[in-house]
């Protein structure tokens, strides 16, 4: 797809956007396009794509279970406990369907990074990792520690996935909430490139 094909589908994504989430959700979603915009320029990943996952990620976060439910299983992939017990957290899955389906989005590096930004995965590229570490750190989430978010801005884009997946799996792990088996597994598979890097390992 063209940059101007791209442009004009997150137009389109955008408006989808503005009209079924509230304010503050579709403003959350902004800024996680506009920070997901500068963390490809930093990281040499395409920023139209990086805009274009930001805007759509949420996009089906206020839908119904029943449909998010029925969206989601258009993927081929079964439901885990997780999903089962809370459908909502099915609507990456189901704003990743509704991109191919509904806006003709082909491009896997995009559907993957609005598929997985909930949960993560053990195999993502760049963009899937800048997609969730956007969603969870943009300048509109409360309560991060100023210090926790300099030493994240130092990191490599291995380190800040690392640093957020740990967050999150202690800030769930403390109240008692079921962490998804594939974000521990994308957590091991990073410290285990991380442990290999400095080990010289290729
Ligand atoms: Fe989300
Ligand atoms: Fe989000």
Request: aromatic content about 4%.
């Amino acid at each position: 797809m063209t940059v101007a094909k791209l442009e004009e589908v997150t137009e389109r994504v955008n408006l989808y956007a503005l009209g079924v989430l509230a304010p503050p959700r579709y403003e959350h979603s902004v800024r996680v396009a506009e920070l997901s915009r500068a963390m490809c320029v930093r990281f040499g990943a395409d920023p139209v794509a990086g805009y274009l996952a930001g805007i759509a990620h949420d996009m089906c976060k206020s839908a119904k279970e029943r449909w998010l439910l029925s969206m989601a299983l258009r993927d081929g992939q079964p439901i885990i406990e997780v999903e089962e017990k809370k459908p909502s957290l099915l609507h990456g899955r189901a704003a990743a369907v509704l991109l191919e389906s509904e806006f003709g989005i082909e491009d896997r590096s995009i559907l993957d990074a609005v598929r997985h930004h909930t949960f993560g995965a053990p195999d993502m590229d760049p963009l899937g990792k800048i997609i969730f570490v956007a969603d969870k750190v943009e300048p509109g989430r409360n309560g991060l520690d100023p210090a926790w978010l300099a030493r994240l801005n130092e990191s490599d884009l291995d380190g800040m996935t690392a640093m957020v997946l740990e967050h999150n799996i202690g800030y769930l792990d403390s109240r008692g909430k079921a962490v998804s088996p594939v974000t521990r597994e994308m957590l091991a598979s990073l410290k285990g490139r991380q442990l290999s890097n400095t080990q010289g390992g290729s």
